[in-house]
Nanobody, 121 residues
Framework: QVQLVESGGGLVQAGGSLRLSCAASGSIFAVNSMGWYRQAPGKQREMVAT???????PYADFVNGRFTISFDNAKNTVYLQMNSLKPEDTAVYYC???????????????WGQGTQVTVSS
């Protein structure tokens, strides 16, 4: 089984910064990608940023250069540095991981429990 443990959420004023972390543990053979999604009240979950094993880092358009995703391969940990936060960034942020548990091709997706980010105006 694979566990994703998130940390780093909290309350910050508009214009401030937060850094989210998500550590993946368990019987992981390889990480294909990890990423961050968010869900605001009454809205659908949306992708924020993803990082692949090949180093690709697609971001949602609303990020607009404010966030940076990174991955520590030795720790199987993904980070999301969020700067210039806006009230509309308020949401529960979820970590996502796509991993292989063996040397085969089958990939599995896992979700973290979510961490609340609240940006006050």
């Amino acid at each position: 089984q694979v566990q994703l443990v998130e940390s780093g959420g909290g309350l910050v004023q508009a214009g401030g910064s937060l850094r989210l972390s998500c550590a993946a543990s368990g019987s992981i053979f390889a990480v294909n990608s990890m990423g961050w999604y968010r869900q605001a009240p009454g809205k659908q979950r949306e992708m924020v940023a993803t990082i692949t094993s090949g180093g690709n880092t697609p971001y949602a358009d609303f990020v607009n250069g404010r966030f940076t995703i990174s991955f520590d391969n030795a720790k199987n940990t993904v980070y999301l540095q969020m700067n210039s936060l806006k009230p509309e960034d308020t949401a529960v942020y979820y970590c996502n991981a796509e991993v292989r548990l063996t040397s085969g091709r089958t990939k599995y997706k896992y979700w973290g429990q979510g961490t609340q980010v609240t940006v006050s105006s």
